[in-house]
């Protein structure tokens, strides 16, 4: 169900966000994100005269290439459309999340190298965004050759004659993550009876 029907108006401004995550040929990750911001009328800049109507007031790009930790290992910004001519001399400082692991710590790191005047405030907010696709993209795909590895692995096992002990589950990442997987949600007694913490 979308919305309710809203009360007449007219279009003013619109965002648009588009992130995409890539498994690369090298064993690493990419994921990228572009933003672009539009005015529904024209209006004046200093900078550029008269923005017309659709026309990007911001179109940014951003790329995170991780490792399989999560690591970032590389980044490439770039600002295609911007209000002041200055603007794009900060896309190479993004680069300072070289090293930094997406995870506990992640809006600090941020904040600590690209918060406020070092950084771009529409680039800056793509970050955690970034990090929420990392993990779609990302954990899937690793969960499932550490699954398919250990099922090898129990294959080409001896089966001894007592009785095996059954390995401990290692906690979910997105246990209390969200209201859904909260460790008393009926979404955990399902799915994750282990770590269900309810009555």
């Not at 200093?46 to 991780?66: A, N, Q, W």
């Not at 900060?90 to 950084?119: C, H, M, P, S, T």
């Not at 129990?154 to 209390?176: G, H, I, N």
């Not at 209201?179 to 913490?197: A, I, L, M, Q, R």
Request: charged fraction near 30%; charge should be neutral.
């Amino acid at each position: 169900m979308a919305l309710s029907k809203p009360a007449a108006r007219k279009p003013l401004h619109t965002r648009s966000i588009v992130c995409d995550g890539y498994e690369r040929e090298d064993g690493l990750w990419d994921v990228e994100a572009r933003m672009e911001d539009i005015k529904h009328y024209a209006f004046g800049n200093k900078f550029r005269g008269t923005v017309e109507p659709g026309e990007p007031l911001h179109e940014m790009y951003i790329r995170l290439t991780l490792n399989d930790e999560l690591v970032v290992q590389d980044v490439e910004a770039h600002i295609d459309n911007f209000p002041y001519e200055t603007c794009p001399h900060i896309a190479i400082d993004y680069r300072k999340l070289i090293g930094v692991k997406i995870g506990i710590g992640w809006r600090r790191a941020i904040k600590q190298r690209l918060g406020g005047k070092l950084g771009c405030t529409h680039l800056t907010e793509l970050l955690p965004i970034l990090a929420t696709v990392s993990f779609q993209t990302i954990m899937p795909l690793i969960s499932k050759r550490r699954k398919e590895k250990a099922k090898r692995e129990e294959a080409e096992m001896p089966k001894p004659e007592t009785e095996q002990v059954e390995a401990k589950k290692s906690r979910p990442p997105m246990l209390d993550s969200c209201h859904s997987w909260s460790s008393d949600s009926p979404n955990v007694k399902k799915h994750e009876p282990d770590f269900y913490t309810g009555d």
